[in-house]
């Protein structure tokens, strides 16, 4: 590659003020967005984005999911194209970066490679995924998730907000239901460049993220079940008291999650005692548990040590525990030659980084199960997320479309 291209870098001032230009279709009372999946909102900068890439002399495909493809021709028409997808869905009091940053980018890439006159090799396509909030159309990530054979296209056009409304007539009263059909598109690689929606970046003074996977969760319900009896008649050592129990495996459970410091986690995040009256020992706990831990074998072992606990409990206690799951969502290990492209052109640029492990879901979970994937994080502030006070600042968001940027030029092969 000649040193012209590996100097090549983003306009960090045309970048920023496209994502405050566009921070306006759907923007709050607070400096936020609510920018509901295929609302009007939504459709919004969906229209923005398309005039703005066919302006490049993009060939734009809309699916049937309203998934859109803004495509940049290559120098070799039969390579599939390299994407750079995230979305331009907010939650109802969502910030202005969270997703958006990701497609944005992709634009000021096209837009600064269109300005150096460079043609790729591979065709490179911005891609905006439909409904990955899950804000309006529950589950998250869902077209995303139907590109890549995780659910029936069915399912998605069947799923309904809060007011009844279905996703197919959102699609058709959007504008944005499509002709192209959903997935089956190669895919040489997938690059989504987020924020890091945390605060370890930001509190170990790094510029970026060089995300290794996303992390596995298991949800599982505890059903904890005692005798019911008085509170001024039975003695302590007759009872069979289910919330002590449950109190001894929350500790249990916390301390599990504590194992591995800087990997493992876990949550109860509910937590029901019954019959709830003030002068009866408690009969029935029902509580949720959440693990997560970034590898399989690590769940593993937490799913474990927590049924461990809850059968050394039981038996002390003089209680039944019954753990049933109820959801898992696999680890996610992004494509090492994807990984290694966005880690050489960080360090090309000269950028602090560190290896992450992404805490929460994005489209890219789902992509990466048909193209190889990578992820690369900024810092926000505070790491705060999903709140209309996220905020990060024009050199971050510079930063990060450099290493999209490189990374891609990179993996294209041509530098
Ligand atoms: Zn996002």
């Given at each position: 590659m000649t040193g012209a291209l590996t100097d090549l870098r983003v306009d960090g001032d045309r970048l920023w003020s496209t994502l405050m230009e566009t921070a306006a279709f759907g923007r709050t009372a607070k400096g936020g967005l609510c920018r509901l999946a295929l609302s009007p909102e939504d459709a919004q900068v969906r229209r923005w984005f398309v005039a703005a890439c066919e302006a490049l002399?993009?060939?734009?495909?809309?699916?049937?999911?309203?998934?859109?493809?803004?495509?940049?021709?290559g120098s070799s028409p039969d390579l599939p194209p390299i994407a750079i997808g995230s979305h331009l869905d907010t939650q109802p009091t969502g910030g202005r970066f969270d997703g958006i940053l990701g497609v944005l980018a992709g634009l000021e890439v096209l837009r600064t490679l269109d300005d150096a006159g460079f043609v790729t090799r591979h065709p490179i396509e911005v891609v905006n995924w439909t409904n990955e909030e899950g804000a309006r159309f529950a589950p998250a990530m869902l077209c995303a998730g139907v590109f890549a054979g995780a659910f029936e296209m069915d399912y998605a056009l069947s799923r309904q907000d809060k007011a009844g409304v279905r996703l197919e007539d959102a699609l058709e009263q959007s504008g944005f239901?499509?002709?192209?059909?959903?997935?089956?598109?190669?895919l040489a690689a997938h690059f989504e460049l987020h924020i890091e929606q945390g605060?370890?970046?930001e509190a170990e003074g790094l510029e970026i993220g060089v995300v290794s996977g996303v992390q596995g969760i298991r949800w599982f319900d505890v059903e904890?079940?005692?005798?019911?009896?008085?509170?001024?008649?039975?003695?302590?050592?007759?009872?069979r008291d289910a919330l002590q129990a449950a109190a001894r495996l929350a500790v249990a459970v916390d301390?599990?999650?504590?194992?591995?410091?800087d990997t493992s986690l876990s949550t109860?995040?509910?937590?029901?005692?019954y019959p709830g009256s003030r002068n009866t020992v408690p009969e029935t706990i029902r509580m949720s548990v959440d693990l997560r831990h970034p590898r399989a074998d690590g769940l593993d072992g937490l799913e474990q040590a927590f049924r461990a606990a809850a059968a050394d409990i039981a038996g002390r206690l003089q209680v039944e525990i019954a753990v049933q799951p109820v959801w898992s969502s696999p680890p996610v290990v992004f494509d090492p030659r994807v990984v290694g492209a966005i880690d050489?052109?960080?360090?090309?640029?000269?950028?602090s980084r560190r290896s992450i492990v992404s805490g929460a879901g994005h489209d890219s979970v789902y992509i990466a199960r048909v193209a190889p994937t990578g992820m690369i994080f900024t810092p926000c502030d505070d790491g705060i997320s999903h709140n209309e006070a996220e905020n990060m600042s024009p050199a971050q968001a510079e930063r990060g479309a450099n290493v999209l940027l490189q990374a891609i030029l990179q993996f294209d092969g041509t530098v």
């Amino acid at each position: 590659m000649t040193g012209a291209l590996t100097d090549l870098r983003v306009d960090g001032d045309r970048l920023w003020s496209t994502l405050m230009e566009t921070a306006a279709f759907g923007r709050t009372a607070k400096g936020g967005l609510c920018r509901l999946a295929l609302s009007p909102e939504d459709a919004q900068v969906r229209r923005w984005f398309v005039a703005a890439c066919e302006a490049l002399g993009c060939a734009v495909t809309i699916d049937q999911l309203g998934n859109i493809f803004a495509r940049r021709a290559g120098s070799s028409p039969d390579l599939p194209p390299i994407a750079i997808g995230s979305h331009l869905d907010t939650q109802p009091t969502g910030g202005r970066f969270d997703g958006i940053l990701g497609v944005l980018a992709g634009l000021e890439v096209l837009r600064t490679l269109d300005d150096a006159g460079f043609v790729t090799r591979h065709p490179i396509e911005v891609v905006n995924w439909t409904n990955e909030e899950g804000a309006r159309f529950a589950p998250a990530m869902l077209c995303a998730g139907v590109f890549a054979g995780a659910f029936e296209m069915d399912y998605a056009l069947s799923r309904q907000d809060k007011a009844g409304v279905r996703l197919e007539d959102a699609l058709e009263q959007s504008g944005f239901r499509g002709p192209a059909p959903v997935g089956g598109r190669p895919l040489a690689a997938h690059f989504e460049l987020h924020i890091e929606q945390g605060p370890v970046l930001e509190a170990e003074g790094l510029e970026i993220g060089v995300v290794s996977g996303v992390q596995g969760i298991r949800w599982f319900d505890v059903e904890i079940s005692g005798l019911a009896c008085h509170a001024g008649t039975m003695p302590m050592r007759l009872r069979r008291d289910a919330l002590q129990a449950a109190a001894r495996l929350a500790v249990a459970v916390d301390e599990i999650g504590r194992s591995e410091p800087d990997t493992s986690l876990s949550t109860i995040g509910i937590f029901d005692a019954y019959p709830g009256s003030r002068n009866t020992v408690p009969e029935t706990i029902r509580m949720s548990v959440d693990l997560r831990h970034p590898r399989a074998d690590g769940l593993d072992g937490l799913e474990q040590a927590f049924r461990a606990a809850a059968a050394d409990i039981a038996g002390r206690l003089q209680v039944e525990i019954a753990v049933q799951p109820v959801w898992s969502s696999p680890p996610v290990v992004f494509d090492p030659r994807v990984v290694g492209a966005i880690d050489a052109a960080t360090q090309r640029l000269g950028y602090s980084r560190r290896s992450i492990v992404s805490g929460a879901g994005h489209d890219s979970v789902y992509i990466a199960r048909v193209a190889p994937t990578g992820m690369i994080f900024t810092p926000c502030d505070d790491g705060i997320s999903h709140n209309e006070a996220e905020n990060m600042s024009p050199a971050q968001a510079e930063r990060g479309a450099n290493v999209l940027l490189q990374a891609i030029l990179q993996f294209d092969g041509t530098v």
